[in-house]
């Protein structure tokens, strides 16, 4: 699987990975993406790689009527 697409988001806290997966299950099924090994709870960004370049708009459209 070829992931070329990339999109960073603003998140901050621990537990990045586990509740952007999480949310993604809820929100996107079916969404295919590969998440960083590890990130550390300092950082304020997450980039997500995607399959394709739709899945990048489907991820801000959903983030934007989200709620927080």
Known sequence: MT????????IGG???LKRFTQWAEA???GLQYRLPPQ???KTET???RLRELEDRARILNA???SKP
Do not use: D, E, N, Q
Not at 3 to 10: E, G, I, N, V, W
């Open 14 to 16: 621990s537990h990045k």
């Open 3 to 10: 992931f070329k697409y990339s999109l960073t988001l603003p």
């Open 39 to 41: 990130t550390p709870i």
């Open 27 to 29: 929100t996107l099924p």
């Open 63 to 65: 983030l934007a009527t």
């Open 46 to 48: 997450m980039t997500i």
